[in-house]
């Protein structure tokens, strides 16, 4: 039945986005979509909170109480996840915002007051502007305005 009809050219601008005759095959489409879950990175995504369940259920600390143990399960869950690379390291960094507070480690104000410090607040604002001079050429204009100035003199 594939005669020259039912061909179609790629360049064709008529022509469509998926193709007509492509019979689905369930078998293979099911065993990829379970592939696809089942893979390395998924498994280490899983498994920072599995071994943070695993210290808060299982560990017990003679000195310390429920913070001390929560606060190793967090660093557990952090570490975990820092080493193996499975969520992006800025990820990876703010977990604690939400972390603390949902363990009862700290309060999210004081946590959040630790990370935007107001010198950290300076310096994130001038990389910032850094970055938006750099975009617009601002340091090339900058640059060539001055040295027509120098010249005129």
């Not at 210290?55 to 310390?64: E, I």
């Not at 990820?91 to 946590?111: E, K, Q």
């Not at 001038?126 to 120098?150: D, G, M, P, W």
Request: proline content about 7%; some cysteine.
């Amino acid at each position: 039945m594939d005669g020259p009809a039912d061909t179609v050219r790629e360049d064709d601008p008529k022509a469509p986005l998926l193709p007509l005759h492509d019979p689905i095959h369930r078998s293979q489409s099911c065993n990829s979509f379970v592939r696809s879950i089942f893979t390395l990175k998924n498994f280490f995504v899983l498994l920072g909170p599995l071994l943070c369940a695993f210290v808060c259920l299982f560990v017990k600390l003679n000195d310390g109480g429920d913070g001390s143990r929560n606060m190793l399960a967090v660093l557990v869950w952090m570490f975990t996840w820092w080493l193996t690379e499975a969520v992006p390291m800025p990820i990876t960094s703010m977990s604690p915002l939400f972390l603390f507070p949902l363990f009862g480690i700290a309060s999210a104000d004081d946590v959040a007051h630790s990370y935007m410090d107001d010198v950290i607040s300076l310096v994130l604002g001038s990389f910032i502007l850094a970055l938006a001079v750099e975009h617009y050429n601002i340091h090339r204009r900058l640059a060539l305005n001055v040295s027509t100035q120098s010249s005129n003199t």
